[in-house]
């Protein structure tokens, strides 16, 4: 009998659930705490509503899960909630990545996790993989080596997008080399192509998750970003990517189409410092994608051109930037469990 094939399916595909987590650290996110449960609330809200999809919510205690059903009681039908300790809110990379088999049947692929190269070590975050495909019912798949769900971008069809700054990286596998790396790609996602980028935004505690530099809309569509004024920090690597992904073609052989939407420009924290602030980093959910914005003057523009690319989804921009004080957005902090046929 020849292995399981697993292939980890496109965003766009239909969802059975999307999987979160309340914000509740204090310690972590200080005077920013109630902004993000806010903005949490907003995406929940936007993600669930008007036929949108489950929602699965990770909370600590029972005093999380009081405060988190107050927050999405406009939606509160479509939650589940499951006590299950987190370091942290940020779901795309310590959950699991929901894989089909060769069957056509759903499983959780458990990889691991290191605290973005030690940066950030949290207690359970560690963990919290295995708790939710425990809670998911779904038979489990294991890997020993450290992949966040962040760091890849699938179209569905075999083509996977990734960053050499985050999978070469030797603070995640400094034992594996690219070949390895991509076998190890193909093995647990069916990845049958691997499209390497270089670098990502100034101050992405990640190392350049792909989930902030270019997303698939489409199978040969892939999004990204491009300055649009003189102060935008990452002008000349967002022209950098753009030309690479012009020059790619994906494991279909067709060349990428690649579509450029504003950068939110320069955006900066309460010291001063630069955030890694994304539109790219939004949410594809069954009825809506929720698209990070950060109240500056190409919100609405970024909103606007990615509308078009996503027909029969309406396209909707929610605050998020006092979530992106804790590092990330939209994308960041939520993982979907796709439909079973």
């Known amino acids: 009998m020849s292995l399981p094939i697993y292939r980890q399916p496109a965003e766009w595909d239909r969802h059975s659930a999307c999987w979160l987590a309340w914000p509740a650290h204090?310690?972590?996110?200080?005077?920013?705490l109630a902004p993000a449960q806010a903005e949490w609330a907003a995406l929940c809200r936007a993600i669930a509503e008007e036929g949108g999809e489950a929602?699965?919510?990770?909370?600590?205690?029972?005093?999380?899960?009081?405060?988190?059903?107050?927050?999405?009681?406009?939606?509160?039908a479509q939650a589940r909630f499951h006590t299950v300790p987190v370091?942290?809110?940020?779901?795309?990379?310590?959950?699991?990545?929901?894989?089909?088999?060769?069957?056509?049947?759903?499983?959780?692929a458990c990889f691991g996790f290191n605290g973005w190269g030690r940066k950030y070590l949290l207690p359970e975050d560690d963990r919290v993989a295995g708790r939710v495909a425990a809670r998911s019912g779904l038979p489990r798949t294991d890997h020993a080596?450290?992949?966040?769900?962040?760091s890849v971008e699938v179209d569905g069809e075999g083509t996977l997008l990734t960053t050499r700054?985050?999978?070469?990286?030797p603070n995640r596998n400094p034992g594996l080399d690219a070949a390895e790396i991509e076998t190890a790609l193909a093995d647990g996602l069916?990845?049958?192509?691997?499209?390497?980028?270089?670098?990502?935004?100034?101050?992405?505690?990640?190392?350049?998750?792909?989930?902030?530099?270019?997303?698939?809309?489409?199978?040969?569509?892939?999004?990204c970003m491009e300055a649009r004024d003189g102060a935008d920090p990452n002008a000349a690597v967002l022209d950098r990517l753009a030309a690479d992904l012009a020059a790619m073609t994906d494991a279909r052989g067709r060349k990428l189409e690649v579509v450029r939407i504003p950068s939110p420009g320069l955006v900066l924290d309460e010291e001063g410092e630069v955030m890694p602030a994304?539109?790219?980093n939004f949410y594809i959910g069954n009825r809506t994608v929720v698209v990070p914005t950060y109240g500056t003057a190409y919100d609405e523009a970024?909103?606007?051109?990615?509308?078009?690319?996503?027909?029969?989804?309406?396209?909707?921009?929610?605050?998020?930037?006092?979530?992106?004080?804790?590092?990330?957005?939209?994308?960041c902090i939520t993982q979907q469990q796709p439909e079973v046929p």
Do not use: M
């Open 190 to 223: 069916g990845a049958e192509k691997v499209l390497w980028l270089d670098e990502g935004l100034i101050n992405d505690h990640t190392d350049g998750h792909i989930d902030t530099l270019a997303r698939f809309t489409a199978p040969g569509v892939v999004v």
């Open 165 to 169: 700054q985050c999978l070469l990286n």
């Open 302 to 331: 970024a909103v606007d051109a990615l509308e078009p690319l996503f027909p029969g989804r309406r396209v909707v921009g929610r605050s998020a930037r006092a979530i992106l004080s804790g590092g990330g957005a939209f994308h």
């Open 26 to 32: 204090g310690h972590l996110w200080q005077e920013n």
């Open 55 to 76: 929602l699965d919510i990770l909370v600590a205690d029972a005093k999380g899960e009081a405060q988190a059903r107050r927050a999405l009681a406009p939606v509160l």
């Open 278 to 280: 994304s539109y790219v």
């Open 145 to 150: 080596w450290i992949l966040e769900g962040g």
């Open 87 to 108: 370091g942290d809110i940020w779901l795309r990379d310590t959950a699991p990545i929901f894989v089909r088999d060769g069957d056509g049947g759903l499983r959780a």
